[in-house]
C-alpha cells in the first residue's frame, strides 16, 4: 500500500490532517480549478459527477 499523500489533500491549505479525529477540509477552489464547473469522482467502482450549479451550490450525481 502507498503511503504518499493524497493529491488534492498534499496541496491543501488544510494543516491539521493528521491529528486524530480531524475531518479534512477541501477546498472548492482546489476541485475545480481555472473555471472547471465539474469533475468526476470514481468511488467504490462507480463513478459521480459533481458539479457547481449556476446558483454556485454543488450537485452530486450519479
Not at 15 to 23: A, F, L, M
Not at 28 to 42: C, D, Q, Y
Amino acid at each position: 500500500m502507498s503511503s504518499a499523500p493524497h493529491p488534492v489533500l498534499a496541496n491543501s491549505r488544510q494543516t491539521h490532517v493528521d491529528q486524530p479525529g480531524t475531518i479534512p477540509v477541501l477546498h472548492s477552489h482546489e476541485l475545480f480549478p481555472k473555471g472547471i464547473r465539474e469533475v468526476t469522482i470514481a468511488h467504490a467502482n462507480m463513478q459521480y459527477r459533481l458539479r457547481i450549479t449556476a446558483q454556485g451550490k454543488l450537485i452530486l450525481t450519479k
